[in-house]
């Protein structure tokens, strides 16, 4: 019967002028695909899409695909599902570890912000600094590269683990290397690796659910002078963090379309 269901599939398809992989389709061991399963070929994890994402280039869509490289993956426990409340309620993605490759070193999760900006080849600046670090001195430092290169206002927001800033305006990658280069913030390797930043926006947890660090909570906003704030900003940033209790304040021009990408990371403690 399952069979006969296929066949009628492909032949309704085909019907239709799609392209598709016959083969693969027809054959009812290996249709199924469920969410968090490894390909065995490429090493991608099977991952939900959402429609925003789906309308970028092949290229853009596989940087939020996580991929095993080598050995044998490990499947977490599923942990706390209740919702993250930000912009939306995004219940699916709370404390859903995903797969990934067991660390050598004691590692622990938590959830990140991607700087990203859904439908434009652009992102916003995300800094990182040590919580040891002065924080008058960090707000002197971010008030300098707010006149330097023109930057928009600046949120400010600390925890245990770091001491992180958000600005909304949007940036080239290159230009965004230049700014992240210059602030001194511990995430230019990681711009430099993958082309993207990434910032902490839940609680860090170790393989046991234990909380390792809370979620960062709101410092204060660095303001820009209001010629800073004529430049476009993240729509979609804006959006996300005034549903997180942020006092974001209104920008005239916003781009971008869709809603934020996050994604489940693991921290290696080494």
Sequence with gaps: MAREVRRDLISRVQAEGLAFDE????????ILRVPGTIN???GFACTRLTAAQLEQPAH?????????????PL???????SPLRGCRIISWLCHRFGVRLKPVTPFTFAMFLINAIPGIMRQIPFFDYSPMRDVQKIVSE???????????DIYLYRSDMEISAVCFRTFPL???EKIIGASG???FGTLLKYKQLFLRVGEERDINQGVCAGTPTYLMTIHAPDRNNEHFVSLPHCRFFSGCSTPVCQYRRQHGTGDV??????????
Excluded: M
């Excluded at 853009?60 to 044998?72: C, F, N, Q, V």
């Design 185 to 187: 913030s511990r995430n």
């Design 40 to 42: 065995s070929k490429t």
């Design 60 to 72: 853009e869509i596989l940087k939020y695909i996580p991929r095993a490289d080598h050995g044998t």
């Design 261 to 270: 990408f996050l994604t489940h990371t693991v921290i290696e403690r080494g």
């Design 23 to 30: 083969k693969i389709t027809a054959d009812t061991r290996r």
């Design 142 to 152: 971010l008030s300098g590269l707010q006149e330097t290169y023109g930057l928009s």
């Design 75 to 81: 499947i977490p426990h599923a942990g706390d599902e």
């Design 174 to 176: 290159r230009r965004l």
